[in-house]
């Protein structure tokens, strides 16, 4: 028996394996039915499936309401403004096929888009006059920029990426940047409490210096707002853009105010004129210019050095009209403007805030080739008297630089903080000591030019926030406790007081003025080293290069190293 089933194992065996390789070479045709079923070996169904969406994504629908409504508006569309920002050919789009598609199902395990609704926030990379920056892009005419197919999700990504890769972001923001909607609560089935994950890592970057350049474009809105406010810098188009923390029909509901517009909400005329937003554009490509020049001069993190250029202006370029710009009769004012653009560097003068807070003015320049932050007091304004909105403008800009390591030129002609009932009211100096402890706790290099005056409580803070101090004056510099002006009254006010005739008491008060104006002739001050060097203003060019080519070989380095080391830490916001 065992000698059969042998025998017949010996038969079998040869013909199974026989089998089993003429299945493979000829499969059977339940096999065979099986390859109408079999994928491209080079992935060209997923490939398609990829290239069919990025059509739809970047192809406007021109009968979309949404598309028709931004156009009507005289708003370019989101991928528009993403192509008339970045340098040409420079856009790498991150989460490109992200949003909410419906699938059709085909033969067997393959499937097609049947629809497809984009992300309303187009993402990724791209170069701005050569700089390679991380950005986002609002999408209005999807949802109005409310959160959609993963918006969330991609804007956190590129806030970790703009800190992983230490680069430059950019926000065109236009509607809520992914905010809330009632909507959402239908589309869940549920309320939430807001979530604010993003909020970190924007914190996280301004505080490192990676550069944070929002512009509004369109209604900017709750968390758009937010997100465009938080940044460096931001400017806003005149023609379409506005910014609110809710739109007119939530207005309405809650402090009864009717019929409001977007632009009597939150225009320009609002919000850049009380420091919401810092610049004002004439419209959107005024804005993307604007975006590029302030970039230009930021480094792409604060463990950076900002970036230097060439410059044909010579570094010993006497300036001589400063000879005469300050008027010898004090009640007299003069351009401050004219001073900046006549020491920087030829066309590199860009103001930051000039529509509010203007008793100050600051912005950024180049001193041969350098980036310089400026500072100056605007006499043509409450004569020059530094007001809360003025000190809110200059502390502003203090922490810009720090966070930029960028060394800062002042040009101080300052009577003081203002003064009166609505100096008062305002809160000038709570605004005007949060203005001294930014002084006194940034770190970034200063060097100060005296022009005229120096009084008070400001200019000390101003002049004496750097140890040891580096500073000059001009032949025009008087300074004191109080101006003459006043000062007089208060300091002989029972001398003065006890002279009962009109004509005596004026002559004794023109005496006193003359006595002291002749004390405080400036060479006095410099005799007892009250004031360092009194400079002819025609040098002022060449002193400041001098002392901005040292700050940049031997200061800017060391500060690097500290700031590596964290023994600073610039705090933005």
């Excluded at 400017?235 to 506005?242: E, K, T």
């Excluded at 008491?505 to 060479?523: C, G, Q």
């Amino acid at each position: 028996m065992t000698n059969n089933d042998n025998s017949k194992s010996s038969k079998t065996a040869p013909s199974e394996r026989l089998s089993q390789v003429a299945g493979h070479v000829a499969p059977r045709k339940r096999r065979s039915a099986r390859a109408k079923d079999e994928l491209p070996a080079d992935y060209s169904d997923i490939l398609g499936q990829l290239e069919s969406l990025k059509t739809i994504a970047s192809t406007p629908d021109t009968k979309n309401k949404g598309y028709v409504r931004q156009k009507q508006a005289g708003k370019l569309w989101v991928r528009e403004r993403v192509l008339e920002l970045l340098d040409e050919g420079s856009f790498r789009e991150v989460g490109s096929v992200s949003g909410t598609v419906q699938w059709k199902k085909l033969e067997g395990t393959k499937e097609e888009p049947e629809s497809y609704i984009p992300s309303n926030n187009v993402q990724g990379f791209g170069t701005l006059r050569g700089r390679r920056v991380v950005f986002t892009a609002d999408d209005f005419s999807i949802r109005a920029g409310h959160a959609d197919g993963a918006l969330m999700e991609k804007t956190i990504y590129m806030e970790k990426l703009a800190i992983a890769l230490k680069l430059p972001i950019i926000k065109l923001v236009d509607g809520s940047s992914g905010g809330g909607s009632v909507t959402t609560i239908k589309t869940a089935g549920y309320s939430y409490i807001p979530p604010m994950p993003s909020f970190k890592h924007v914190a996280e970057q301004l505080n490192l210096g990676i550069p944070n350049l929002g512009a509004v474009l369109g209604p900017a809105i709750g968390l758009g707002a937010a997100r465009v406010v938080a940044c460096h810098f931001s400017v806003m188009a005149a023609d379409v853009g506005s910014l609110f923390n809710a739109g007119p029909k939530v207005v309405a509901g809650a402090t009864f105010e009717e019929g409001l517009s977007f632009t009597d909400l939150g225009g320009p005329s609002m919000h850049c004129t009380n420091g919401t937003i810092d610049n004002l554009a004439a419209n959107e490509q005024e804005c993307f210019e604007q975006l590029r020049t302030v970039l230009s001069y930021l480094p792409n993190s604060g463990a950076s050095l900002p970036p230097i250029i060439p410059s044909d202006d010579p570094a010993d370029r006497p300036c001589e009209e400063l000879r005469t710009i300050i008027p010898r009769r004090k009640a007299r004012m003069y351009d401050p403007r004219k001073i900046i653009a006549a020491v920087v560097d030829v066309g590199s003068w860009f103001e930051i805030g000039a529509l509010w807070g203007t008793t100050a003015i600051v912005g950024l320049a180049r001193l041969a080739g350098r980036p310089v932050g400026i500072i100056s007091l605007n006499c043509e304004v409450n004569a020059g008297a530094l007001d809360a909105a003025g000190s809110q403008k200059i502390t502003r800009h203090l922490k810009f630089c720090d966070s930029f390591n960028i060394p800062i030129l002042q040009f101080v002609d300052v009577p003081g903080y203002a003064i009166g009932t609505n100096a008062e009211r305002t809160a000038t100096m709570r605004h005007g000591i949060a203005l001294a402890t930014t002084y006194f706790s940034t770190t970034t290099p200063v060097f100060s030019v005296v022009t005229r005056r120096v009084y008070g409580v400001a200019g000390g803070i101003m002049l004496d926030c750097r140890d040891p101090r580096m500073r000059v004056a001009w032949p025009s510099g008087e300074w004191g406790s109080l101006p003459l002006d006043g000062g007089i009254e208060v300091g002989h006010a029972a001398e003065l007081r006890a002279i009962k005739d009109d004509d005596k008491r004026m002559a004794r008060y023109k005496e006193l003025e003359e006595e002291y104006t002749r004390l405080m002739n400036p060479v006095r001050t410099a005799n007892a080293f009250g004031v360092e060097e009194i400079i002819d203003p025609a040098l002022t060019r060449q002193i400041a290069v001098e002392w901005l080519k040292h700050v940049y070989d031997e200061l800017l380095p060391s500060r690097l190293l500290d700031r590596a080391n964290g023994k600073i830490h610039p705090i933005f916001y």
